[in-house]
């Protein structure tokens, strides 16, 4: 909700509903641009794709008291 605030501002919003629906949809966008395998990249940001990695092995030790 802070960071709602923060659009509100920034777009100047009259409405609450209108920013949360601009919000909701550009992060509805970028969710399935990642789930098509695209990279969405933001200038002067950054960027996110989805990266399959391998599965990573771990042992637990035990400690001895």
Do not use: C, H, M, P
């Not at 960071?3 to 609450?16: P, S, T």
């Amino acid at each position: 909700d802070e960071f709602l605030n923060y659009v509100i501002e920034a777009g100047e919003y009259k409405y609450k509903t209108e920013a949360a629906k601009a919000l909701n949809s550009v992060l509805t966008a970028i969710e399935n641009a990642l789930k098509d395998g695209k990279k969405v990249s933001f200038v002067g940001f950054g960027s996110f794709e989805v990266v399959e990695k391998a599965e990573r092995q771990v042992e637990i030790q035990k400690r001895e008291k």
